[in-house]
């Protein structure tokens, strides 16, 4: 319908990617320009012009594929963080790219030895617990490639210049509502140290989500990260905002996930304001964490991610919908690393289905989680009747699951450990 008035005249709207406490709408007049006589009449006759239309005008059509960016940059544009923070009166604390600037450090950080990622004391220097949302260029989305499981473009729907995807399901999801949100929740608790082993926790949340309202507020996750004591920080990618929709965005690329933790180390580094510091993030191993249809996005990073030697843990909680080859070669192949897999009855077909398939290639696998996650861990937990799949980051097994995942990875003897090339980088950290 704008499409219609006078470009003199349009307003837009004042761009919200995210839903985490979204502030009320604002509308912005673009810079006015000469209203002409001609210009007038012509918005006197727009609602005639609007109620001749063909009662079918909406209807979505195909999309026809304008043409596309060639570059990397063309295609994922450096976002504008100003539009990507919430506003000052928004529970998470407003942030910008100056206040992420590195001050030199006063002294030498100390030696970052490849050891057991065991419960750390609180750090001798005091700095307060920070959670915050940081605008990701490598995030799941926005995305403009194409969907793997038929070679279509992802965005395979149009209604004039708005673009979206058709789910599953049928129904169409809008990218400037679903798909447009690059932030990333990042969680550093207040007693870690970069200087001392750590490990990076990615969570991929489920369907139906958002950043603040359900990854923060409701599962409790940067909460988990901190009360496990473990020397971790956390790293949430927002998928499919509040919608039914497991895609995995930018993870679906060769390399994605890779970029993503490249990124990531950088961004780390500013927010932790350790000029040294990138290096250390980006040898630190990494534990992913899937629920429900965050499935998806791990399946396909642990297969064409890129940093497999890095993954030093993977667990699904509720989530193991599908893609069971990826998940079986990824055991298969890193056997010093663990992976557990929690699931109630909506998903135990392919859970049993996942462990005969691992069984016949002779791999061990428990089925209690009673004690320490060591190197080469498989382990399937089945939950009883009455815990929810809903409530089941913070209620599965036990209480606050991947808390207790944390520790126990801490309590294994042997420790969980670092591949060599990481070992090496973080050598190079400490010399400097």
């Not at 100390?110 to 065991?118: D, F, I, K, P, R």
């Not at 799949?389 to 699951?401: E, K």
Request: proline residues 8%.
């Amino acid at each position: 319908m704008l499409g219609s008035y006078p470009k003199s005249l349009r307003y837009r709207r004042a761009r919200a990617p995210g839903r985490l406490n979204l502030p009320a709408r604002r509308w912005l007049p673009i810079a006015p320009r000469r209203v002409t006589t001609a210009t007038t009449a012509l918005l006197l006759s727009l609602p005639l012009v609007q109620c001749s239309k063909a009662p079918n005008a909406g209807v979505l059509a195909a999309n026809a594929a304008p043409a596309q960016p060639t570059t990397f940059d063309e295609r994922f544009p450096t976002p504008q963080f100003r539009d990507r923070f919430p506003s000052p009166s928004e529970s998470f604390a407003l942030h910008s790219p100056e206040d992420f600037t590195p001050k030199p450090a006063e002294t030498k950080p100390a030696s970052y030895q490849v050891a057991s990622l065991e419960p750390q004391a609180p750090a001798s220097h005091t700095r307060e617990e920070l959670t915050t949302l940081v605008s990701m260029k490598s995030s799941a989305f926005p995305y403009y490639g194409t969907n793997p499981a038929s070679d279509a473009p992802f965005l395979n729907v149009t209604s004039g210049e708005r673009r979206g995807h058709r789910s599953l399901s049928g129904r169409v999801y809008w990218q400037d509502q679903t798909y447009n949100d690059s932030r990333v929740l990042v969680h550093v608790p207040e007693h870690f140290d970069v200087r001392k082993p750590g490990v990076i926790v990615v969570f991929f949340h489920g369907n139906g989500a958002t950043l603040e309202r359900d990854v923060r507020d409701r599962q409790l996750v940067p909460q988990q990260i901190s009360d496990s004591s473990v020397n971790a920080v956390l790293l949430a990618p927002q998928m499919a905002v509040d919608a039914a929709d497991s895609s995995a965005g930018k993870f679906w690329q060769p390399g994605g996930f890779k970029r993503f933790m490249d990124e990531a180390a950088g961004s780390l580094a500013r927010l932790t304001r350790d000029p040294n510091a990138a290096k250390a993030f980006a040898a630190m191993p990494i534990v992913i964490v899937g629920y429900s249809g965050g499935f998806l996005p791990t399946a396909w990073s642990l297969e064409v991610g890129g940093v497999t030697d890095r993954v030093r843990g993977v667990v699904l909680l509720d989530a193991v919908y599908g893609q069971l080859d990826k998940f079986a070669g990824w055991i298969e192949r890193n056997r010093s690393g663990f992976f557990v897999s929690s699931y109630t009855h909506y998903t135990a077909r392919h859970d049993r289905e996942l462990m005969a398939t691992l069984r016949e290639r002779g791999i061990a696998i428990s089925e209690d989680i009673d004690g320490p996650l060591k190197p080469g861990s498989v382990v399937f937990v089945e939950t009883p009747e009455g815990v929810t799949h809903r409530d089941y980051v913070t209620l599965a097994w036990t209480r606050n699951p991947i808390k207790d995942v944390l520790t126990k990875m801490a309590a294994a003897q042997p420790p969980i450990r670092i591949a060599a090339g990481a070992q090496d980088m973080s050598n190079r950290v400490s010399s400097r």
